[in-house]
């Protein structure tokens, strides 16, 4: 039998559709300071609805950065607490002449909605907040468990001002578990839990050259070119195979165990399809000898994002410049450790940068790897709720992506994580066209519901 919070939420969905829309619009861009008002008033948009639903102590926290947004309502005694996260910051929507619809105003194709922040991560955060309002609305203005809510704004710039929040405020958000919406099912229609991530860090090399830019027909010969320097210095990072090459990169690289290996082995998986349709290219490259799914979800890689600098605007320019940079960043996997890895690439570069270049590196940001255990009550209970929603059993799965504030509330708050995700593989996130699959939309909001009720029953 449907819950009455499963049938309220059933029939709102048309509303709860309508106000993701107007969140939607609202371009809540993190790393461009033109933004900022925007974010403000996303910020203020979430805020107000979780007062209007009935939580309680809501507050939009000004930080360093972006704010952060906190509620609660911890009225059922003896129940547990869980802590809610999600955050209302999106990526850049670039380059706009990809999108097939204006990224800033939500257009329904194919039963998804596209928009940039559908998925990842404002449709999620929407499902949190809705499941919220129909438990409250159908519990006479209770909740079956206790919540806390902390929603942020710079999850896509490296979420500092949520983690300085959390070691200072470690008794106000103390719960029990937390519910982290923003990954996704291993295909449609399959029930999925998130039990791993892979660390990052993120650096910037800076090269400088000559005092300034120079005439590459009277210089070139003698003066260096910082460009050069950079490609001489990442080709020595990584073999042809993929192989990451700096001195201890893979030192206390831990394996999957094989039971995990087991059950990747069982999930429809295509190599074929993968290649085709998510990555698009002629071939898939990387470490030869490990599956797809075991090279993107547990070995370490080494990228390579965009290397500004020099000339870049259409025709020709003959220029050497005096500087250029590359935006290079490390995934790594558990007991990596990230201060460990960036030593060893500091030293790296620096034993390899060429003569007549100095090197500086920036690191935008920095965190471990986690594998969160499955034998908690938590899982249970929202690998059950899933059942209720999917009819089908639930697949453990890892993410080769990172959130870094699981790791920080596993290490800072001692709480497990329950990673429960409605995206689809081939939800652009990050690219033009990303979309939400609605009937994933309301999903999420049913298996919430769920979720928090059967924890309240026990």
Known sequence: MASSAVDYARSNQQRFLNELKDLLRIPSVSTLEEHKP???????????????????????IPTKGHPLIYADWLHAASKPTVLCYAHYDVQPAEPLDEWKSPPFEPTERNNNIYARGAVDDKGQLWMEVKALESLMKTGGGKLPLNVKIIFEGEEEVGGESIEEYLRKQKAKLKADFALVCDTELFAPDLPTLCVGLRGLVYTEIEAFGAKTD???????????????????????????????????????????????????????FNEEHYRKTEVGSKVLTGEPGYSVLYRTWARPTLEVHG???????????????????????????PNQDPDDILKKYMAFIKKNTPKGIETKVKVWSKGPACV???????????????????????????????????????????????????????????????????????????????????????
């Open 38 to 60: 925007d974010i403000q008033k996303a910020a203020d948009f979430v805020a107000n609805e979780l007062r209007r639903i009935g939580m309680e102590n809501v507050e939009v």
């Open 214 to 268: 120079l005439h590459s027909g009277m210089y070139g010969g003698a003066a260096p070119n910082p460009f050069f320097a950079l490609i001489e210095m990442i080709s020595k990072m990584k073999d042809s195979k993929g192989k990451v090459l700096i001195p201890g990169f893979y030192k206390g690289v831990k394996a999957p165990t094989a039971a995990e290996l087991k059950a990747w082995k069982r999930l429809p």
């Open 307 to 333: 290397m500004p600098g020099g000339f870049i605007a259409d025709g020709a320019k003959t220029v050497i410049p005096a500087k250029a940079k590359a935006k290079v960043s490390m995934r790594m996997v």
């Open 372 to 458: 969160v255990g499955t034998d908690n009550r938590y899982i249970k209970a929202a690998t059950e709720a899933l059942h209720d929603t999917f009819k089908k059993d639930t697949v453990f799965i890892r993410s080769g992506g990172s959130i870094p504030i699981v790791t920080s509330f596993q290490d800072e708050l001692k709480i497990p994580s329950v990673m429960m995700g409605f995206g689809l593989p081939d939800d652009n996130l990050h690219a033009p066209n990303e979309k939400f699959h609605i009937p994933n939309f309301y999903r999420g909001i049913e298996t919430i519901c769920r979720f928090f009720e059967k924890l309240g029953e026990k």
